[in-house]
């Protein structure tokens, strides 16, 4: 079973969760910078000319802004095409063979780039924690705040939130810098996110936290 074609739907604030159980402010100083799968290969399953797609492709460009402003580590994830059986496994039942080895489709898309400084790791899992060094790399950049953006919420993104909480780490899922499957799986991730494992916010709210100094600004 591949993935569907995918919806078209807006982002709107009526998608934001009723409630928030925390209450974690963003700090430049903790953050990185998580930018989820927006491989050409998963954007395909949209109409990437209506939203969600040019609105989130927007609002991660915003965000790398002024992530990089801040010296905020950047990493991305992606999965790699021909994956083996072994590698595979299980989402294989769920997901079929997964995406083939042309690099028009496991690229990131060209909107969105790795510069040569940011760090991509290979995707294995739903979580970005699973069989990845992302863990050790926050450790040892003495960071415990992730902001996660990108594809798809309900999956690798509300998977990935929920390790970081089991890791001690504090997420950030960015409520309009993510795209689902449908407007109701996206609301039921950042329903279930804000009271279960993280904080939902949406992109302006990021962009107030992540100040660089005081008097200081950033035109993103």
């Known amino acids: ?15 934001l ?14 953050a990185v910078l998580l930018i989820h799968d927006m491989q050409q290969y998963f954007l395909n399953f949209y109409d990437q000319k209506a939203s969600p797609v040019p609105q989130v492709i ?14 905020i580590p950047v990493v991305y994830t992606a999965q790699p095409g021909n ?28 909107a969105l780039a790795p510069d040569a400084d940011d760090i991509v790791l290979t995707k294995w899992r739903y979580s970005a924690f699973q069989r990845s060094d992302l863990l050790q790399r926050m450790q040892h950049w003495q960071r415990n705040q992730l902001i996660v953006a990108g594809v798809y919420t309900h999956i690798g993104c509300q998977q990935t939130v929920v390790d970081a ?25 950042l ?27 950033i035109n993103v």
């Open 1 to 15: 079973m591949a993935i569907p074609k995918l919806p078209s739907y807006q982002i709107t604030d009526d998608i």
């Open 17 to 30: 969760p009723t409630e928030n159980r925390v209450s974690w402010s963003l700090n430049s100083g903790s």
């Open 58 to 71: 927007k609002q991660i460009q915003r965000l790398k802004k002024i992530c990089k402003a801040q010296g």
């Open 83 to 110: 994956q083996s059986e072994d590698h595979r496994a299980l989402l294989s039942d769920f997901w079929g063979p997964g995406l083939g080895d042309d690099p028009g489709l496991t690229k990131v898309v060209d």
């Open 165 to 189: 909480f089991m890791n001690d780490q504090q997420a950030f899922l960015i409520a309009d810098a993510t795209a689902d499957f449908s407007l109701a799986e996206h609301k039921y991730a």
């Open 191 to 217: 329903q279930y996110v804000a009271t279960r494992a993280g904080r939902v916010i949406t992109s302006e709210q990021a962009f107030k936290q992540l100040t660089v100094a005081e008097g200081e600004c």
